[in-house]
């Protein structure tokens, strides 16, 4: 049997075969790549409800069983099993590091946790209110104007020192911006902590005391940084890849991609998901927000709810779910109200009609917040963390997209629906 489809142009009769492309797991493929020269078509696919844009063979979802495979890893055993650097380095490089790999790389991200000093006058031209989201989308992209030495990106040197570079320097920027919010001094990485355990003593330790990171933050970080990778082409990855498919300043592609995350639809949710549950406040106004995330002519919708692809149970919802629990009863709040209430919304939210026909569950940013809140990360800081754990997403899903043998630049059509040809109207003829 031919693997190709049939398209017949039933205004015309011409028909063309278009060939059909499978991948190692998920749903075939059609190559449409010849339907405009062939039979004069675009194909029309708002959100890319079913449109592929590349090929990949770093991270696979099955939406409709709830599976997500980091190279074909299950989320959950890395989870149990791995950590996030190991994780980084199987996203980069294919496969799980031997020991004197993974101690190869872990030392070239030490190496480059530091900022140029100048970096830091950046900041002040923040107001302390500015959303940290704001800060990293400038101070990262800033990073183009500096590493003037590895900007050949069609060299792999080059792209593997980009990609070290901003892994490395992620929660460093990061943990900068928290600092300038709060109008403490930035406090300089030390290579000797874990990547997690440097993040939160860069964000919680003051020059003029001690401080000991805490392992049990420091395990959960790491764990949720593992979950927040990657997740195919969500619309944060294939901005970068977009950019970067110009041939753009890594630095400056990465900065696109936490623009496109900061969105409440996207990344943003986390955020937006504890403001939700503390707007909602009680148990007893659950209904009433349930019915108001039903109410088409009301744009409230339940943060933290929903998937374009999981239509089952978002795996990494349920493992935070399960952190939960662990990190809020060592920390010695048991019977913290919003994680409470949290439980209590799913749990009305998957009974509810609505939700069921919709196959609309709990994803990544429903409890992720909770954690972050009991680690004592403050709310307007939770897409930030996003950012820095998906920052080995998007470097990875760049490398591989540059190192494509046919890539190209990524130029979507459209189907326009303005006004055809018309004169131009001198301006005193106009009415
Ligand atoms: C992330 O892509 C990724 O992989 C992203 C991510 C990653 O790791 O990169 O997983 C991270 O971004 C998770 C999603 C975080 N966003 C939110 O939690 C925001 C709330 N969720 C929604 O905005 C929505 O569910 C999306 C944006 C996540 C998905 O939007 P879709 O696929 O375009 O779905 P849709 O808007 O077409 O919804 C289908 C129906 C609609 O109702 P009908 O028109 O069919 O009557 O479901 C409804 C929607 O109104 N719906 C919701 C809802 N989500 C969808 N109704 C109420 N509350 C919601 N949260």
Redesign the pocket.
């Known amino acids: 049997m031919k693997d190709t489809l049939t398209i017949v142009d039933n205004a015309t009769g011409k028909s063309i075969e278009l060939p059909i492309r499978h991948g190692t797991l998920g749903p075939p493929a059609v190559d449409i790549g010849r339907l405009y020269h062939d039979l004069g078509y675009v194909t029309y696919d708002p959100?890319f409800i079913a449109t592929a844009s590349c090929r990949s063979a770093i991270t696979y979802?099955d939406g409709d069983i709830g599976v997500l495979l980091y190279r074909g890893y299950p989320i959950e055993q890395l989870a149990e099993k791995s950590n996030f650097l190991e994780v980084a380095h199987l996203l980069l490089y294919g496969d799980l590091a031997t020991q004197t790999q993974l101690d190869e790389f872990t030392g070239v991200i030490r190496r480059h946790t530091m900022l140029k000093e100048s970096l830091k006058s950046f900041y002040s031209g923040f107001y302390h209110d500015a959303h940290p989201m704001a800060i990293m989308v400038g101070v990262v992209g800033s990073l183009s104007a500096f590493y003037h030495d590895s900007t050949d990106i069609h060299n792999p040197q080059h792209r593997d020192i980009a990609a070290h570079r901003l892994i490395a320097k992620m929660p460093t920027i990061a943990a900068a911006s928290y600092k300038h919010s709060i109008g403490e001094p930035f406090i300089y990485p030390n290579n000797n902590l874990s990547y997690c355990g440097n993040l939160l003593h860069m964000m919680f330790s003051v020059p003029c005391e001690e401080y000991h990171v805490d392992p049990l933050a420091e395990k959960a970080l790491d764990l949720i940084f593992t979950l927040?990778a990657d997740?195919?082409q969500?619309?944060?990855?294939s901005t970068v890849r977009l950019a970067g498919s110009s041939s753009a300043n890594p630095f400056a592609c990465v900065s696109s991609g936490i623009t496109a995350l900061w969105g409440?639809?996207?990344?943003g949710?986390n955020e937006?998901?504890l403001r939700m549950l503390e707007e909602i406040g009680d148990v007893k106004n659950i209904s009433k927000y349930l019915a108001r995330?039903?109410d088409?002519k009301d744009t409230f919708?339940?943060?933290?709810?929903?998937?374009?692809?999981y239509k089952n149970h978002?795996p990494r919802a349920r493992i935070i779910r399960q952190m939960c629990h662990e990190v809020l009863q060592k920390l010695g709040n048991t019977n913290d109200p919003l994680f409470e209430l949290a439980l209590r919304l799913e749990e009305a939210a998957l009974k509810d009609d609505y939700f069921i026909a919709?196959k609309?569950y709990p994803?990544?940013?429903?409890y992720s917040g909770i954690i972050y809140k009991a680690l004592g990360i403050p709310t307007n800081m939770f897409t930030v963390m996003f950012a820095v754990a998906?920052t080995v997403g998007w470097v990875a899903q760049w490398m591989e997209m540059i190192a494509e043998p046919d890539q190209r630049i990524g130029r979507p059509r459209q189907v326009y629906d303005g006004i055809a040809t018309r004169d131009y109207v001198s301006i005193e003829k106009r009415t």
């Not at 969500?234 to 990855?237: F, G, I, K, L, M």
């Not at 409440?264 to 990344?267: R, S, V």
């Not at 994803?363 to 429903?366: A, E, L, P």
Request: aromatic share 6%; hydrophobic share 40%; charged share 25%.
């Open positions: 959100g979802i927040h997740h195919e969500n619309a944060s990855t409440p639809a996207h990344g949710a937006a998901v995330a039903k088409k919708r339940l943060m933290g709810f929903g998937h374009r692809v978002d919709r609309l994803n990544v940013d429903f998906r």
